[in-house]
């Protein structure tokens, strides 16, 4: 398990992370949601041990992760950033020298060409590759930043589609933050949303897909826990979390899917109320 | 992560050393050497400034950095597994420097330590300064400019002497890296303006803190202070300073001269020595009496000029005198009536260590340059002579190297009057000016020897020099003595020869222990510690 207690950081004097505390267990996926500078690609920084110089204490199995439990963690930045100048096969060879543990694993839809450089490779092609590359360590915990917008349909699939084998497989835990929601709908287990560098949501998926909904009525009633509230002429429209069934009205309740529900957080009072 | 470091490391290698191939090739057959070889020397000095940036630059270059980091590797080993590869590439680099430099000594533009040094210094900057600069031409330009800066500004200011500007080149080699290393580890490396930005601070702090508070201690232990000593046959000590200069008889302890001014101490002649004295208007050859303390301006130069690499013989005495790195005249002191030669053209860039005047008209005199090699200047001629280490006395000229010991009887004939085969060297004299000096002592490989220039014979004396010993010689008409000091046990054997024979045998023993200097007189030694402290001993 890691476990994350108060973790914070800053440029600058700038707080980009300001107190964060979650767990993450054996199989679990987390899904990290947040506008653009929201902090994510640093939380995940923090994690990976890019970042070092950070406030709070990031835990695994009840210690202070340093730099050798790095071989049971798997890290797919954003940034793709390998030596783009090395052959695959190059990288392949590094990786091994590097880590434990390694086995190049096979993904029978896509064909390794050793001798072609990590630079000739297309966006796709490099985020599939690093996927290889990071699965291939057996990693416990994945750390995965964005990347799902460089794939197609196609290899967005191919990708998902490893994830989910590999966590029910070998109980792999994943963190990862993504801009493109519909797709993943299946695969995170909580979700966290993020707002300058602070958790404004930490919930179970099941638990958030059936307490956030949207309610049309001519007038809402003051009594529920509005986030995000529209007036039409004819009626009005509100987003409730966290919603019961106690509620009593004349209101229609609609069940969202995840992706309206992280898009209405972002944009909406819930976010705004903890300026 | 270490293999691709050596691969890494391995091209830049390959790079350096065919072009050193090539320049040394071309350097050899076409005949280019005078051009090539400061342009290798060049190429050499750019290779540590170089390989020290490339530490980082794939990861700049290729956006390796987060990639890196999620590394299973502590921040140490990676730049360890960075480091090592390349501080051994340059080490080879360097040996491979040394053979060639020994080959094209004459060409090479720096001193083989200045060498060194610049070259160390180039990797530790350019190392320290890989996250922060996106091209090593960059590193290399700055360093250059900023040491260009730094030593001017300290010139300026006044805090080192030449000597000093190796320890105050210590202080960017020591805070630079440092500084580097701690950030490197302590602090996160992206986004690479943040953590420059803290190093940059960091460092320039840490280096002007460093530079103040050794600049205190150097000014207020006095250790930057030069102090020159000499010791006249007659056993007068002389003390100079950058605050005074001081003549001390050692027979009674007493002040014979003192004057609050530097005057640097050049060469003593039948009971004068003759110095230059530092003044705001510019240099002055003075002679001061060393039996009266009395002194006197003997010749005035402008500023910025100095009198280096005099001769003494029976007749008069002569001064080189520079400005800068330009001989400009030659000086002739004969019995108080002076003559001022202009340097001919061809030797106005010559650096000459010794140098002896034949004769002034037509202009004919023997120099030995820094090299070590001898030629002889006659009517807008030069000719080569010899290389290694020598002796002039009167007309004759002895020359030394690993190899042979040759006498010249006239400095203008090529054929030597004496030759003796076999691994050769002239031992250890504290004063290298040029002395009209009968004895030399040899170590050859056969023995040790004493050459004398009047008869130019050669007899074997029995000395034994151990590793911890040094060894000062006497030179007075046809006495000898030789000073064997030990550095574990402050003796010194003292051997006296007269005419080429062996007289006497004593011991003595000195309060100093370590490396010291050793002057002889007649009527005893002085031996110096650290140019600092002083203690004659009488015979």
Request: proline share 3%; net charge positive.
């Given at each position: 398990?890691?476990?994350?207690?108060?973790l914070?950081?800053?440029?600058?004097?700038?707080?980009?992370?300001?107190?964060?505390?979650?767990?993450?267990?054996?199989?679990?996926?987390?899904?990290?949601?947040?506008?653009?500078?929201?902090?994510?690609?640093?939380?995940?920084?923090?994690?990976?041990?890019?970042?070092?110089?950070?406030?709070?204490?990031?835990?695994?199995?009840?210690k202070?992760?340093?730099?050798?439990?790095?071989?049971?963690?798997?890290?797919?930045?954003?940034?793709?950033?390998?030596?783009?100048?090395?052959?695959?096969?190059?990288?392949?060879?590094?990786?091994?020298?590097?880590?434990?543990?390694?086995?190049?694993?096979?993904?029978?839809?896509?064909?390794?060409?050793?001798?072609?450089?990590?630079?000739?490779?297309s966006?796709?092609?490099k985020?599939?590759?690093?996927?290889?590359?990071t699965?291939?360590?057996?990693?416990?915990?994945?750390?995965?930043?964005d990347v799902?917008?460089?794939?197609?349909?196609y290899?967005?699939?191919?990708?998902?589609?490893?994830?989910?084998?590999?966590?029910?497989?070998?109980?792999?835990?994943?963190?990862?933050?993504?801009?493109?929601?519909?797709?993943?709908e299946?695969?995170?287990?909580?979700?966290?949303?993020?707002?300058r560098?602070?958790?404004?949501?930490n919930?179970?998926?099941?638990?958030?897909?059936?307490?956030?909904?949207?309610?049309?009525?001519?007038?809402?009633?003051?009594?529920?826990?509005?986030?995000y509230?529209?007036?039409?002429?004819?009626f009005?429209?509100?987003y409730?979390?966290?919603?019961s069934?106690?509620f009593?009205?004349?209101?229609?309740?609609?069940?969202?899917?995840?992706?309206?529900?992280?898009?209405?957080?972002?944009?909406?009072?819930?976010?705004?109320?903890?300026? | 992560?270490?293999?691709?470091?050596i691969?890494?490391?391995?091209?830049?290698?390959?790079?350096?050393?065919?072009?050193?191939v090539?320049?040394?090739?071309?350097?050899?057959?076409?005949n280019?050497?005078?051009?090539?070889?400061?342009?290798?020397?060049?190429?050499?000095?750019?290779?540590?400034?170089?390989?020290?940036?490339?530490?980082?630059?794939?990861?700049?270059?290729?956006?390796?950095?987060?990639?890196?980091?999620?590394?299973?590797?502590?921040?140490?080993?990676?730049l360890?597994?960075?480091?090592?590869?390349?501080?051994?590439?340059?080490?080879?680099?360097?040996?491979?420097?040394?053979?060639?430099?020994?080959?094209?000594?004459s060409f090479?533009?720096?001193?083989?330590?200045?060498f060194?040094?610049?070259?160390?210094?180039?990797?530790?900057?350019?190392?320290?300064?890989?996250?922060?600069?996106?091209?090593?031409?960059?590193v290399?330009?700055?360093?250059?400019?900023?040491?260009?800066?730094?030593?001017?500004?300290?010139?300026m200011?006044?805090?080192?002497?030449?000597?000093?500007?190796f320890?105050?080149i210590?202080?960017?080699i020591?805070?630079?890296?440092?500084v580097?290393?701690?950030?490197?580890?302590?602090?996160?490396?992206?986004p690479?303006q943040?953590?420059?930005?803290?190093?940059?601070t960091?460092?320039?702090?840490?280096?002007?803190?460093?530079?103040?508070?050794?600049?205190?201690?150097?000014?207020?232990?006095?250790?930057?202070?030069n102090?020159y000593?000499?010791?006249?046959?007659?056993?007068?000590?002389i003390i100079?300073?950058s605050?005074?200069t001081?003549?001390?008889?050692?027979?009674?302890?007493?002040?014979?001269?003192?004057?609050?001014?530097?005057?640097?101490p050049?060469?003593?002649?039948?009971?004068?020595?003759?110095?230059?004295?530092?003044?705001?208007?510019?240099?002055?050859?003075?002679?001061?009496?060393?039996?009266?303390?009395?002194?006197?301006?003997?010749?005035?130069?402008?500023?910025?000029?100095?009198?280096?690499?005099?001769h003494?013989?029976?007749?008069?005495?002569?001064f080189?005198v520079?400005?800068g790195?330009?001989?400009?005249?030659?000086?002739?002191?004969?019995?108080?009536?002076?003559?001022?030669?202009?340097?001919?053209?061809?030797?106005?860039?010559?650096?000459?260590l010794l140098?002896?005047?034949i004769?002034?008209?037509?202009?004919?005199?023997?120099?030995?340059?820094?090299?070590?090699?001898?030629?002889?200047?006659?009517?807008?001629?030069?000719?080569?002579l010899?290389?290694?280490?020598?002796?002039?006395y009167?007309?004759?000229i002895?020359l030394?190297?690993?190899?042979?010991?040759?006498?010249?009887?006239?400095?203008?004939d090529s054929?030597?009057v004496?030759?003796e085969?076999g691994?050769?060297?002239?031992?250890?004299?504290w004063f290298?000016?040029?002395?009209?000096?009968r004895?030399?002592?040899?170590?050859?490989?056969?023995?040790?020897?004493?050459?004398?220039?009047?008869?130019?014979?050669?007899?074997?004396?029995?000395?034994?020099i151990?590793?911890?010993?040094?060894?000062?010689?006497?030179?007075?008409?046809?006495?000898?003595?030789?000073?064997?000091?030990n550095?574990?046990?402050?003796?010194?054997?003292?051997?006296?020869?007269?005419?080429?024979?062996?007289?006497?045998?004593?011991?003595?023993s000195?309060s100093?222990?370590?490396?010291?200097?050793?002057?002889?007189?007649?009527?005893?030694?002085?031996?110096?510690?650290w140019?600092?402290?002083?203690?004659?001993?009488?015979?």
């Amino acid at each position: 398990m890691i476990e994350i207690r108060n973790l914070s950081f800053e440029f600058e004097k700038r707080k980009i992370l300001k107190s964060i505390n979650f767990n993450i267990e054996k199989g679990e996926c987390i899904l990290i949601a947040g506008k653009n500078g929201a902090g994510k690609t640093t939380l995940l920084r923090c994690l990976s041990g890019v970042y070092n110089k950070h406030g709070g204490e990031i835990l695994l199995d009840g210690k202070s992760i340093g730099p050798k439990d790095r071989d049971k963690i798997g890290y797919l930045p954003s940034s793709l950033s390998l030596y783009d100048k090395m052959k695959i096969g190059e990288a392949i060879e590094f990786h091994k020298r590097v880590y434990s543990n390694f086995s190049l694993i096979d993904i029978l839809t896509y064909k390794l060409e050793e001798n072609r450089k990590i630079e000739e490779l297309s966006k796709g092609e490099k985020v599939l590759f690093y996927l290889i590359l990071t699965l291939s360590h057996d990693p416990s915990y994945f750390f995965i930043d964005d990347v799902l917008h460089f794939l197609d349909p196609y290899l967005r699939e191919i990708f998902l589609n490893i994830l989910i084998e590999k966590m029910e497989e070998k109980k792999l835990s994943i963190i990862m933050s993504s801009q493109t929601f519909s797709e993943i709908e299946g695969l995170p287990t909580q979700i966290i949303i993020l707002d300058r560098g602070e958790i404004v949501l930490n919930e179970n998926i099941e638990t958030i897909k059936k307490t956030y909904v949207k309610i049309t009525a001519k007038e809402i009633p003051d009594n529920l826990p509005v986030v995000y509230k529209t007036d039409w002429d004819s009626f009005e429209e509100a987003y409730v979390y966290p919603y019961s069934e106690n509620f009593s009205g004349d209101f229609k309740v609609e069940f969202l899917r995840l992706s309206d529900i992280i898009k209405s957080i972002i944009g909406g009072n819930y976010a705004k109320k903890r300026d | 992560m270490l293999k691709k470091e050596i691969k890494d490391t391995f091209r830049e290698f390959f790079v350096i050393l065919s072009l050193i191939v090539v320049i040394i090739l071309l350097a050899t057959i076409k005949n280019f050497d005078f051009y090539l070889i400061p342009l290798l020397e060049l190429i050499l000095l750019l290779y540590p400034t170089f390989s020290g940036w490339s530490i980082f630059s794939r990861e700049r270059k290729e956006g390796g950095f987060e990639h890196l980091f999620s590394l299973p590797i502590g921040k140490l080993s990676i730049l360890l597994n960075k480091l090592i590869p390349r501080l051994a590439a340059i080490l080879i680099v360097l040996g491979i420097y040394f053979p060639i430099r020994e080959f094209f000594a004459s060409f090479f533009f720096f001193e083989r330590s200045v060498f060194v040094l610049l070259y160390i210094l180039l990797f530790i900057l350019s190392f320290s300064f890989s996250l922060l600069f996106t091209s090593g031409a960059i590193v290399f330009v700055s360093v250059i400019i900023i040491g260009a800066i730094l030593a001017f500004v300290i010139k300026m200011l006044g805090l080192f002497s030449y000597n000093f500007l190796f320890f105050f080149i210590s202080i960017p080699i020591l805070t630079f890296p440092m500084v580097f290393i701690y950030s490197f580890l302590k602090d996160d490396i992206l986004p690479l303006q943040f953590f420059n930005k803290k190093y940059l601070t960091r460092s320039i702090f840490v280096f002007f803190v460093v530079l103040l508070g050794l600049s205190i201690i150097v000014k207020v232990s006095g250790f930057n202070e030069n102090t020159y000593y000499l010791l006249s046959d007659d056993g007068k000590i002389i003390i100079s300073n950058s605050k005074k200069t001081m003549i001390v008889d050692s027979e009674n302890n007493k002040k014979i001269f003192s004057i609050k001014k530097r005057i640097f101490p050049i060469i003593v002649k039948e009971k004068f020595l003759y110095g230059g004295m530092e003044s705001k208007d510019g240099a002055k050859l003075v002679s001061i009496d060393l039996k009266k303390g009395k002194i006197k301006i003997l010749y005035k130069v402008e500023k910025y000029y100095r009198f280096v690499a005099p001769h003494v013989d029976e007749e008069k005495l002569t001064f080189l005198v520079k400005r800068g790195g330009e001989n400009k005249f030659i000086l002739l002191i004969k019995k108080d009536k002076m003559e001022k030669i202009n340097c001919p053209k061809k030797f106005i860039n010559e650096d000459v260590l010794l140098f002896k005047l034949i004769s002034n008209s037509p202009l004919t005199f023997v120099y030995t340059k820094q090299s070590y090699k001898t030629y002889l200047y006659k009517e807008g001629r030069i000719k080569y002579l010899f290389k290694g280490d020598c002796q002039f006395y009167k007309d004759k000229i002895g020359l030394c190297d690993s190899k042979s010991f040759k006498v010249f009887q006239n400095m203008e004939d090529s054929n030597p009057v004496f030759v003796e085969e076999g691994k050769c060297r002239i031992l250890s004299r504290w004063f290298e000016w040029p002395y009209e000096r009968r004895y030399i002592i040899i170590k050859a490989k056969t023995g040790n020897y004493i050459f004398d220039f009047e008869t130019l014979s050669l007899s074997e004396i029995k000395l034994k020099i151990k590793k911890n010993e040094f060894v000062g010689t006497g030179n007075f008409g046809d006495k000898l003595i030789i000073a064997v000091w030990n550095n574990n046990s402050g003796k010194i054997k003292v051997l006296t020869f007269s005419k080429g024979e062996f007289f006497s045998e004593k011991i003595y023993s000195s309060s100093f222990k370590g490396r010291r200097y050793i002057f002889i007189s007649k009527k005893g030694m002085m031996v110096v510690r650290w140019m600092k402290k002083y203690e004659f001993i009488k015979f």
